[in-house]
């Protein structure tokens, strides 16, 4: 909203000594966000009134003209092409230097001393639509120049001090003021302007109206309506209003209409509370104020036409609606030429009726913005003393024929009860009553107090839902008292054990160890999923939650896997990268079951919260990336300190390969897959060369240690030998055979401290169906440094026993 | 005999400096001084000697033998050195080897060093469903029942779960403070939390806007506090994020859940306050709203308002992330692009 510091000083007087950067500072500390502030004279900058003495024939242009211009203290001569150019005519002369907007299109360009055919040009004879006031000074042609001649002023005058346009416009933030309906119009935010600076505040002008008959109106819905002050006036016609009226409201940006209308804006822009000129001759019988009918059809002012619903209100004749209640007019009933009887409105209609209205078509204006913000119904009488006194002014002939005020409910001004205890430990501070009753004096507050109580009666236009409790009295004082003069003290702590949160701290160190040990990258994805993935995925979608205005259409269901999404990336870094490895944690989510974790009342879905991965890589080294990645997933429990897992073939996932897959389990509960991503869906997802190893478990399952769980064994005090074998054996035994049976038959070898598996080998050296498998074993006694045949003796002995039991053969 | 030690001893000291190795010296050395060394002839021909001769003569062995040891150490010592004497040409100035490169995103990052941060404080950690209900999103929150962020247009809503009532009308949380009552319905007063997670708006995105974005709450409820002190939970934050102090003031803002209710501001780091373009002139820049939690908030959670007090602000996560690393685009955080996230180790 725009706010003119001239109109403002109309209500208080603000000292010269004001500093415009502290009042905007002010302003916005304790009250609305001042977003910038306009010199509004920086505008017409070398932009000057100029009299045209003589009016002379181009030498060499038939459209042109030379105009002996007076500039104040000499005469110039200027070029113009104007077509309405005559001798005695005050213009506006843009001089060198200036910044006009040529013929009102493109970029400002700067005036600079010309030569135009010929002829020297001292700057420029403007149009209003160069210099920005075409709205004020509309040109019936696009050659016409702007005519000043009506203003008293003499030549040389600056543009700004001529048209009274000097100025400043406060940009204030509409939504810092969205709880403060008091504030959107000029007497409102002069209030709070002079509270902030303890000045007088003028009394807004009152009218009594004497000895009118009454006018029928027939308000069917009070609760949507619950002030409406009809009032028929003869004797106007439309003209344009007065200049000063004009400049008024174009300078917080609204474009002059005629007098009428003007009124209308002109009070609403003053008092906050919107009002309505109707042509009474277009009004059948009388004002009614009701619901529209379903499919009700209205032609708006704008053009726009509306198929209405029960729920809009409108005002209307005993015919049919004339207008869109507190939005806007209908052109049925609009001011038109002809106009010679007009029927004003002031009224008060409900916040949120409007602002359902104005939504639903689509249709916010500078009425509807103001209704939606709840303005209390007392603001009618600011209104129409306002609109009385303008039209008396502009037409001093009119008369009022009929007038009704109907307002059936009076406001409840709210009363709040504030302990000065509880305010001083509130605010951590002593405010003297005195201060406290001056500031809220000022603000319209009615102060009394009885010993510790303070009792606040809260001013209508701050009753309609902004002040209701204490705490809002002392947000009023502490804003007031300014916000920076309250010191922090230090915050206080009860100390009663430290902070255990194991669940908490679980993932962070399960993203720390995939981070910075396993050196895997954080990834970051939306909740929604992308179609073309859950159907290759997931494929079936049963009890996945669908958002009901999702992101793109394509982009509904959200995730009940990590993994759709974790494809989805992959598949987005493989432009630029060939192996990687990424990981995410996240909560997955799924209509399977509901749970009432808080509010009896309330059904939620179960969400858990999950951490899955890819490991990218070739299928040539498949190996190497199977191991890799398992060996993350395996290391896992012992560095984040937790239950161990164990990998389990009982449940292959729909998305994997048909071999290389694998559960995560803990005590034996699943929590988890660890897969190959079948060849057939990563083709399916556009990924055509690269394998991916993905895993996914449910960091909920998971069981942290209360502590660290490493248990420590005696360092050998005999020398612990190395002693590798290699096997040749069938290829379908597999590691985890070979390592039970070496462990079974030699449980009482106390020799053989491990097995461990080096490597395996396929290929031309092997016979088909067979396998090569390279093992470590670590031999040593306890007691004493072994001999090589002792040492041998065990090593040999656990080939034998592969050799017995697989018909493995020793490779030598 | 005399001459013949004397050769012994200049033979023997040639072929120790001419050695070229270790086990060639192991080789000289066991010539030199082993069982059957250069010695054994002489020691054999001592007895055929003039008795009065012999101890000159042993003496004199024993101190050849004394001096090749001392001879044969230095080499060894000179043959290792030399061994792994690094080439006077070795480049310096040859770039190390990179550590294989993982780590965590940068919003993490920053969240985990608000968590240290916090929990140096003794606040707890919060975490919450990212699915909650109308109930908990606006009610619980002293949202008045018409307020715009209600309507479809501001939160992604959830299909078929509307059946009327706040309590089963299930959208993506819109906010993190509704998860606020939850901690306070379940946790004993006084309470000091924070509350990281991720919210979900429905919005046209751009480089400035996202839909699914970071807030990181920390809230305060005790007997006796005043709002003021809200500031010291503000600067403790920035001080983390920024290295340094940074100039907070608190204006009024409104927002249904607090009173009174603040619009916080940081001094721009820009251009110090002076005003840029950064900061649209100001000299400060809006980065979270704050304020002591409303009444019918602090009901909610089961608490007595005249009882108990407090203060919350909500910070936005990667709104900070773009202003510590100057990131311009707050669409590259859930872009899962490791281009962008490797920047960030």
Known sequence: ?812 | MIDKLKKILEDGEQRIAKTMSETELQDVKASLLGKQSVFTEVMKEMPKLDPKMRPEIGKKVNEIKSKFTDLIDKQRLELQLKADKIDESFDTTVPGIAPPSGGLHPITQMCYDLNDAFRSMGFEIFEEDDITSELYAFDKLNFPPNHPARESMDTYWLEGHDTGCACDKLCLRPHLTGGSVRYLQTHKPPYRFVYPGRVYRNESTDARHERAFFQYEALIVDKDFNFASGKILIKSVLSKVFGRDVPVRMRAGFFPFVEPGFEIDMGCLVCGGKGCSVCKQVGWIEIMPGGTPHPNVLRAGGLDPDEYTGFYVNIGLDRLVMMRYGVDDVRLFHSADLRFLEQFN
């Open chain 1, 1 to 812: 909203m725009k706010v003119s510091l001239d109109w403002i000083k109309e209500y208080v007087e603000l000292p010269e000594s004001m500093d415009l950067t502290k009042l905007a500072y002010d302003l916005t500390m304790s009250t609305v966000e001042v977003e910038g502030t306009e010199k509004l004279a920086d505008k017409f900058d070398k932009i000057i009134v100029g009299v045209i003495k003589e009016v002379l024939p181009h030498p060499n242009a038939d459209k042109l003209r030379i105009c002996k211009t007076d500039i104040g203290n000499e005469i110039k001569d200027i070029v113009c092409g104007g077509s309405n150019l005559e001798a005695g005519m005050k213009v506006a002369v843009a001089c060198p230097g200036a910044v006009v907007k040529w013929h009102g299109e493109g970029e400002p360009v700067e005036i600079k001393n010309a030569v135009l055919r010929g002829v020297p040009s001292f700057g420029m004879i403007c149009a209003a639509v160069e210099i920005g006031l075409a709205d004020l000074f509309p040109a019936n042609n696009d050659h016409e120049i702007v005519d000043l001649s009506a203003f008293d002023v003499k030549a040389g005058t600056p543009i700004a001090d001529a048209l009274d346009l000097n100025d400043i416009i406060l940009e204030i933030d509409n939504k810092s003021m969205t709880n403060r309906p008091d504030l959107w119009g000029h007497y409102g935010i002069a209030r709070e302007i002079a509270a902030l600076y303890d000045l007088p505040l003028k009394e807004f002008p009152k009218f009594d109206l004497k000895d009118v008959p009454a006018l029928t109106i027939d308000i069917q819905d009070t609760e949507r309506c619950p002030r409406y002050m009809g009032t028929e006036i003869n004797g106007v016609f439309v003209k344009p209003a007065p200049y000063k009226i004009q400049q008024r409201i174009w300078k917080v940006g609204m474009r002059p209409i005629n007098a009428l209308v003007d009124i209308t804006n002109y009070v609403m822009l003053a008092t906050g509370n919107p009002t309505h000129a109707f042509d009474a001759d277009n009004i059948k019988d009388h004002i009614v104020v009701r619901c529209a009918n379903d499919g009700e059809n209205l032609l708006l002012l704008n053009g726009k036409e509306l198929s209405l619903s029960s729920n809009d209100l409108v005002i209307a004749d005993t015919e049919s609606a004339v207008g869109l209640a507190g939005v806007m007019g209908g052109s049925k009933d609009s001011i038109l030429p002809k106009t010679q009887r007009v029927l004003l409105e002031v009224a008060n209609f409900n916040a949120q009726g409007i602002r359902g209205t104005a939504l639903r078509y689509d249709n916010r204006t500078d009425a509807s913005s103001r209704y939606e913000k709840g303005i209390d119904p007392e603001r009618c009488d600011q209104a129409f003393a306002l609109s009385m006194q303008m039209f008396k002014e502009i037409y001093p002939d009119m008369q009022v024929v009929a007038h009704s005020d109907y307002y059936p409910t009076k406001l409840v001004q709210n009363e709040i009860d504030v302990s000065m205890k509880w305010l001083e430990s509130r605010l951590g501070k002593v405010i003297a009553k005195e201060d406290i009753v001056k500031k809220l004096s000022e603000l319209g507050f009615e102060v009394s107090f009885n010993e510790d109580n303070m009792h606040i009666v809260v001013p209508t236009w701050r009753s309609t839902g902004d002040i209701s409790i204490k705490d809002d009295i002392m947000e009023e004082i502490a804003r007031m008292y300014g916000y920076e003069n309250f010191e922090p003290s230090p915050i206080t702590t009860t100390f009663t054990g430290a902070i255990n949160q194991l669940d908490i701290d679980i993932e962070r160190k399960i993203k720390e160890y995939l981070a910075f040990r396993c050196n895997m990258r954080e990834i970051f994805t939306y909740p929604w999923m992308d179609d073309e993935y859950v159907k290759a995925i997931l494929q079936n979608t049963d009890n996945i939650l669908k958002i009901s205005t999702p992101p793109s259409p394509d982009e509904s269901y959200i995730r009940s896997s990590l993994l759709p999404n974790i494809v989805k990336a992959v598949n987005k870094n493989l432009r630029y990268y060939t192996e990687f490895s990424i990981f995410e944690s996240a909560k997955v989510f799924s209509a399977e079951s509901f749970s009432t974790p808080y509010d009896p009342t309330e059904k939620l879905p179960v969400q858990s919260k999950h951490i899955g991965g890819a490991f990218v890589g070739n299928y040539k080294t498949i190996n190497d990336l199977f191991r890799k990645s398992k060996g993350i997933l395996e290391n896992m429990s012992r560095y984040t300190h937790m239950e161990k897992f164990d990998f389990i073939k009982s449940d292959k996932p729909v998305w994997s390969d048909d071999v290389l897959w694998l559960n995560i389990c803990v005590d034996g509960e699943k929590i988890g897959d660890f897969a190959l991503l079948s060849k057939q869906i990563a083709l399916q997802c556009g990924i055509k060369n690269n394998a991916v190893m993905l895993f996914e478990l449910d960091i909920d399952k998971l069981r942290p240690f209360k502590s660290r769980t490493n248990t420590f064994t005696h360092l050998p005090e005999y020398p612990m030998n190395d002693f590798d074998l290699s096997m040749i054996i069938d290829e379908n035994i597999s590691w985890a055979d070979i390592k039970n049976t070496i462990l079974e038959v030699n449980k009482d070898n106390e020799l053989l401290k491990s097995v461990s598996f080096v490597e395996e080998y396929k290929g031309k050296q092997i016979l088909k169906g067979k396998k090569s498998v390279t093992l470590r074993l670590v031999i040593g006694s306890d007691t004493k440094t072994l001999t090589s045949a002792e040492l041998e003796k065990t090593g040999f002995g656990v080939a034998k026993c592969l050799e017995d039991k697989y018909n493995a053969l020793l490779r030598r």
